[in-house]
């Protein structure tokens, strides 16, 4: 499996900008980025992927190192509702889901 | 459109007995995925359907587990006889396609508490 390293936790401030580190250092040149979070008592849900350029949805930004070994997911205004652990998940020409430790998202009101 | 369902939310069971959970995927969603999160640990992926083929079965534990998806619907997975270290919340996922890149829709899950 594809290591990952995410920090065990952040905090940030409702409103503020949030900016949620990834390392992939083993990954393939052709494997997307995944991001999924997970909200309290709920099961897991997708938040955004990309492969080599910066990916922009409605719920967040993702930008990507350009040697790929790293990545940021980016909240760009959070909310109470954006607490939760998030997963970098780099795909590894499987189709299912690896999921490491993730990182624990605490929003102060 | 319904999300992905689960039941029952909750199990409380004795070692050795039984327990059968109960996935429904999107309509329409040919591959379906069973993951779970023991106590402490990450959440595994534990196997793969397409349609009611298994495409993947490589994180199921041991042969005490077994998931059907006859029809090609909804899918079982059936602990049996459950030993306490299966305790854990048992998540249902699908997608439309079967690439990675095609984002799975989780359901709530259902937690398992073996005692």
């Known amino acids: 499996d594809a290591k990952t390293t995410q920090p065990n936790s952040m905090e940030s401030n409702e409103e503020e900008p949030v900016h949620l580190p990834c390392n992939h250092s083993t990954i393939s040149g052709t494997d997307y980025i995944h991001w999924y979070r997970q909200l309290p008592s709920q099961g897991p849900e997708y938040v955004i992927h990309?492969?080599?350029s910066n990916v922009n949805n409605r719920m967040a930004s993702l930008a990507i190192a350009e040697d790929r070994k790293s990545s940021t997911l980016i909240l760009h205004r959070a909310t109470l509702r954006d607490a939760a652990v998030y997963y970098c998940i780099p795909e590894e020409g499987a189709q299912k889901l690896v999921f490491g430790q993730g990182t624990r998202l605490t929003i102060n009101p | 459109e319904a999300g992905v369902t689960q039941f029952p939310s909750h199990s409380v069971i004795e070692k050795g007995q039984t327990v059968t959970l109960r996935c429904d995927p999107i309509?329409?969603?040919?591959?379906l995925y069973w993951y779970r999160r023991v106590m402490g640990k990450e959440i595994k992926f534990l196997l793969h359907?397409?349609?009611?083929?298994?495409?993947?079965e490589s994180g199921m534990p041991n042969n005490r587990f077994l998931a059907e998806r006859t029809g090609g619907t909804y899918s079982t997975l059936k602990v049996q006889p459950a030993e306490l270290e299966d305790s854990g919340v048992y998540f249902c996922?699908?997608?439309?396609?079967?690439?990675?890149?095609?984002?799975?829709?989780f359901g709530p899950g259902t937690r398992l508490l073996v005692l």
């Open positions: 359907f397409v349609k009611e083929s298994k495409q993947d």
């Open positions: 309509s329409g969603h040919d591959n």
């Open positions: 990309g492969l080599t």
């Open positions: 996922a699908s997608s439309q396609g079967g690439t990675v890149q095609e984002t799975q829709y």
